[in-house]
């Protein structure tokens, strides 16, 4: 017998029939507190889980007594409690690198339309304001030569470093909890402490997961500490960033603009001052989001699930420490 799965995101036709081919999948429309209980049986049946969002805790793997695999599409596993999992011996799969360089391209847009204010203006045009020649209150300021301080020098910060020193010769300021040799030798990145990476950047870009240490490790003492013309980027999980203290420091002048692609809340409520704001650029959580690379995160996901409930995964484990 085919062991039992529960999908909860849809995926494309032919990953759809690779997966039946392999599981007998019950596939609902989200990990939702309602489904959850609507699919209770078929939980307690299930032996892997593929899909993204929804709370996956103790109380979840206790629905799911005989779990043996998530596999998640997204590299970021917040939602996941691996100390759960790692209890109940349940190996957990992301999709790391197939989205490295999408989420790169998003980091960097949103550098380029947050300092040119592209789209603050751009809607000014629709809005055909545009009658004249335009001036100094429609102008931005340069991103080229300007100092990039990337917050999480993993796989995407190195590719958003790629684009900022051959792209547009931006000498580069880091902070990780390590040194990376290859962002040094290759982009001339620099090390530095957090306090120096925020008074010192022109735009400070965020790409880290969201962990108990980076929950609010930027706050309104933070903001402070940045220049009056820096620009926030964050592309990395809502909650790094006291939003509060953002709104705070946008609208009294802290820091001059913010390009969000995440938010502690998601999707963002309409009633958020955030969107009140000019010098503010919303996306709607769209860092991987292209037809190539979400169909590459879908397949990465079947083939992490098709490895783990066979027993031949070989990359993208995030408790590897449970396949020996
Ligand atoms: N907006 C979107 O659509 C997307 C968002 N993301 C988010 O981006 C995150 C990063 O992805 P990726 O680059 O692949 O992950 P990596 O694991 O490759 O990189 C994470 C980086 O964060 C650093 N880091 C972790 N904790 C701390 C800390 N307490 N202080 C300082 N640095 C820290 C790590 O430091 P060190 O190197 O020293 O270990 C590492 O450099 C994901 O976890 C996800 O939340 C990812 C994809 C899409
Ligand atoms: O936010 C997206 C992810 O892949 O993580």
């Not at 910060?157 to 300021?173: C, D, Y």
């Amino acid at each position: 017998m085919k062991p039992s799965v529960v999908l909860y995101k849809s995926l494309p036709d032919d990953l759809r029939q690779r997966l039946d081919q392999h599981f007998s999948v019950t596939e609902i429309s989200g990990l939702t507190p309602e489904n959850i209980a609507k699919y209770a049986d078929v939980l307690q049946s299930a032996e892997g889980i593929l899909g993204s969002g929804g709370k996956v805790d103790g109380e979840f793997l206790a629905k799911a007594p005989k779990l043996r695999a998530a596999s998640t599409v997204s590299v970021g596993y917040d939602n996941f409690d691996v100390d759960a999992l790692n209890q109940r011996g349940v190996v957990l799969m992301h999709t790391p690198t197939v989205l490295t360089e999408t989420v790169a391209d998003t980091m960097m847009a949103l550098v380029l339309a947050s300092a040119r204010r592209v789209v603050d203006v751009a809607e000014r045009v629709k809005a055909g304001e545009w009658q004249s020649s335009v001036g100094p209150d429609w102008f931005g300021i340069d991103v080229h030569h300007k100092k990039l301080g990337i917050l999480g020098m993993g796989r995407i910060g190195l590719a958003l470093a790629q684009r900022a020193h051959f792209g547009f010769s931006m000498p580069i300021l880091y902070n990780a909890r390590k040194h990376h040799e290859e962002a040094e030798q290759r982009f001339d990145a620099q090390y530095c402490d957090l306090d120096t990476l925020l008074k010192e950047s022109d735009f400070l870009c965020i790409s880290l997961p969201l962990t108990e240490q980076t929950h609010h490790l930027i706050g309104r003492e933070q903001l402070a500490k940045m220049k009056p013309s820096a620009i926030l980027i964050n592309a990395g999980r809502g909650p790094v960033v006291d939003e509060q203290a953002l709104i705070a420091a946008l609208k009294d002048g802290t820091i001059y603009a913010a390009g969000l692609d995440v938010f502690e809340q998601e999707p963002l409520p309409a009633s958020s001052p955030l969107l009140k704001l000019p010098n503010v650029v919303a996306l709607p959580h769209i860092g991987s989001a292209t037809h190539e690379t979400r169909y590459g995160m879908a397949k990465d996901a079947v083939d992490n699930l098709i490895a783990a409930l066979t027993g031949k995964v070989e990359k993208n484990c995030v408790n590897p420490q449970l396949l020996k």
